[in-house]
């Protein structure tokens, strides 16, 4: 395995944002990031090395809370699932819009995002644990929802969980995959 693993800054941005308004409010975002986490070492590394921006659309922000208690802004909602997962993010709400949130921001390495060196769970499963089965089987295993794979394979799902070190990396693998670019 390399050294050191690949660092991107991903970014969720309001879809009602313009252009350039976007990598602005995303700017702004990223700096409010060095001012809470300019010391940490991981945020050291993706400035001297990688600084590679992935701008994804957000959806809307509205931080009203519905009966159920979450917030009804996708936005919003983003937010509180990277603190309820304790991923380091950081945000920016702008003044000028009444003070909306615009913009939020987290690092991930590699395994978040590249799935060659770190297939998904089913990929995995047939690649590492299971690589003698019938193409049959292998169609049969990616039909299966993932919650049965999780259930019927439980101990390879753990090795896989410690590949992918730890539930962070999946949980912000599921939160970026199929979001358009902003």
């Given at each position: 395995?390399?050294?050191?693993?690949?660092?991107?800054?991903?970014?969720?941005?309001?879809?009602?944002?313009?252009?350039?308004?976007?990598?602005?409010?995303?700017?702004?975002?990223?700096?409010?990031?060095?001012?809470?986490?300019?010391?940490?070492?991981?945020?050291?590394?993706?400035?001297?090395?990688?600084?590679?921006?992935?701008?994804?659309?957000?959806?809307?922000?509205?931080?009203?809370?519905?009966?159920d208690?979450?917030?009804?802004?996708?936005?919003?909602?983003?937010?509180?699932?990277?603190?309820?997962?304790?991923?380091?993010?950081?945000?920016?709400?702008?003044?000028?819009?009444?003070?909306?949130?615009?913009?939020?921001?987290?690092?991930?390495?590699?395994?978040?995002?590249?799935?060659t060196?770190?297939?998904?769970?089913?990929?995995?499963?047939?690649?590492?644990?299971?690589?003698?089965?019938?193409?049959?089987?292998?169609?049969?295993?990616?039909?299966?929802?993932?919650?049965?794979?999780?259930e019927?394979?439980?101990?390879e799902?753990?090795?896989?969980?410690?590949?992918?070190?730890?539930?962070?990396?999946?949980?912000?693998?599921?939160?970026?995959?199929?979001?358009?670019l902003?």
């Amino acid at each position: 395995m390399k050294e050191q693993l690949e660092l991107r800054m991903y970014f969720f941005v309001n879809y009602q944002l313009m252009g350039i308004q976007k990598g602005i409010q995303c700017g702004h975002a990223a700096l409010e990031y060095a001012s809470k986490f300019g010391n940490d070492e991981i945020f050291m590394e993706f400035i001297r090395i990688w600084k590679t921006w992935i701008i994804l659309d957000g959806g809307t922000t509205n931080e009203t809370r519905g009966f159920d208690g979450n917030p009804l802004g996708t936005l919003d909602q983003i937010g509180d699932s990277l603190l309820e997962n304790d991923i380091q993010f950081s945000y920016f709400k702008e003044p000028d819009l009444n003070n909306a949130l615009t913009s939020l921001c987290f690092i991930a390495d590699e395994r978040v995002w590249n799935y060659t060196d770190y297939p998904n769970f089913v990929d995995y499963l047939i690649q590492y644990t299971l690589p003698l089965l019938t193409s049959q089987k292998v169609v049969e295993l990616k039909m299966m929802p993932i919650e049965e794979l999780r259930e019927f394979y439980y101990i390879e799902y753990q090795k896989w969980v410690d590949f992918m070190v730890g539930d962070k990396n999946i949980f912000l693998r599921e939160l970026i995959k199929d979001k358009k670019l902003a």
